[in-house]
């Protein structure tokens, strides 16, 4: 079973950074598919970042609404996955989550429910930024 372990949210004022983090207690994210989710109340959980693959080539993508702010990388002789955000806005105040899922690369990192749905999720970490 794969288990996954965020960390890094906290309380930013508007404008500030904050690096999220994500181990996993196997190799997940080496041949599978990492990302990142938020989630608000009375919200689904909606797609902030994806990047699967490894080695020689990974793919990544990213929701409209922090491309440019957000950089999902990858570690993974450490088995971590990292969400850098910056230039946040209150817009962000969220509870994010960490997860892995098996599929394509495209599956992956468009966020498809097809596999998403069936992903391992860490226990997630609050984000709260303040105007």
């Known amino acids: 079973q794969v288990r996954l372990v965020e960390s890094g949210g906290g309380s930013v004022q508007a404008g500030g950074s904050l690096r999220l983090s994500c181990t996993a207690s196997?190799?997940?994210?080496?041949?599978?598919?990492m990302g990142w989710f938020r989630r608000t109340p009375g919200k689904e959980r909606e797609g902030v970042a994806a990047?699967?693959?490894?080695?020689?080539?990974?793919?990544?993508n990213y929701a409209d609404s922090v491309k440019g702010r957000f950089t999902i990388s990858q570690d993974v002789a450490k088995n971590t996955v990292y969400l850098q955000m910056n230039s946040l806005k209150p817009e962000d105040t969220a509870m994010y989550f960490c997860?892995?899922?098996?599929?394509?690369?495209?599956?992956?990192?468009?966020?498809?429910?097809?596999?998403?749905?069936?992903?391992?999720w860490g226990q997630g970490t609050q984000v709260t930024v303040s105007s």
């Open positions: 990047i699967s693959g490894a080695d020689d080539r990974e793919y990544e």
């Open positions: 997860g892995t899922a098996y599929g394509t690369h495209t599956s992956c990192i468009m966020f498809s429910h097809s596999i998403w749905r069936s992903a391992y």
């Open positions: 196997v190799y997940a994210i080496r041949n599978g598919c």
